[in-house]
Nanobody
């Protein structure tokens, strides 16, 4: 069983930056694909960024590519999402998720989820 706790959300003006962190406990962290998802009001939850077991491979949704950076530290059992040049449309609850299956990242069927952290970008 893996427990995930997100932190770092808040209110920021458009063009600003935020850094989200996700701390994991339980399980073998390096055996899991890690993803950041977000859900805006009235919309579905979507994959924003993902990172492979060792951190050497990353995936980004087109809407955040070039602005967001995902990284992981397996020794500290943490995954981070650095968000730059934020836009009002980035406003959402951001969730950290873990799963040993690559396909779960894109099906949304991740096994483990955090409770989310709210990011609000004002115009």
């Amino acid at each position: 069983q893996v427990q995930l706790v997100e932190s770092g959300g808040g209110l920021v003006q458009a063009g600003g930056s935020l850094r989200l962190s996700c701390a994991a406990s339980g399980g073998t962290f390096s055996n899991y694909f890690m993803g950041w998802f977000r859900q805006a009001p009235g919309k579905e939850r979507d994959l924003v960024a993902a990172v492979g077991f060792s951190g050497g491979s990353q995936y980004y949704a087109g809407s955040v590519k070039g602005r967001f950076t995902i990284s992981r530290d397996n020794a500290k059992k943490t995954v981070t999402l650095q968000m730059n040049s934020l836009k009002p449309e980035d406003t959402a609850v951001y969730y950290c998720a873990a799963d040993p299956r690559y396909g779960a990242l894109f099906s949304g069927g991740m096994n483990y989820w955090g409770k989310g952290t709210l990011v609000t970008v004002s115009s």
